[in-house]
């Protein structure tokens, strides 16, 4: 077998509809496009939301907010997250989180938050605390330092 002779698998390609070649083709005269009109015409083609020289909706509507371009992408952790994850007497930070699966990446810092319990006695290292985590992390007897 030579490359020149391979050939398709039968039924895996069709030939193209030949457009606009004699009403026999069911595809003469006007060719699929109706008659006239900016779609007729060839070449045509309009943008996506154009809507016919009328005021598109994306101009109607008023522009709204801002991109604060200065903001920090803090992610948040549930202090019952740690208790589940983590073994007594642990060192927790951005990198054990990722490692322990609890997060994709620290982005700009990691907040640990109130929800759940907390038992095991962990040092946790982040960017911020709310006041009650950082209550419940001491009363546990581990150690809550801000980086």
Known sequence: MK????????G???????????????????A????KGQKARAGHGMRPGFEGGQMPL?????KRGFNNIFAKEIVTVNVGTLEKKF???ATVNSQTLIEAGILKSAKDGVK?????TLTKKLTVQAAAFSAAAKEKIEA????????
């Open 112 to 116: 640990i938050l109130n929800n759940g």
């Open 140 to 147: 546990a007897g581990g150690k809550a330092e801000v980086v």
């Open 87 to 89: 073994e007594d007497g």
């Open 58 to 62: 994306q101009r109607r509507i008023p």
């Open 32 to 35: 699929g496009k109706g008659h």
């Open 12 to 30: 895996s390609t069709k030939p193209s509809k030949r457009i606009g070649r004699g009403h026999g083709s069911g595809q003469g005269k006007t």
């Open 3 to 10: 490359l020149n002779e391979l050939t398709a698998v039968p």
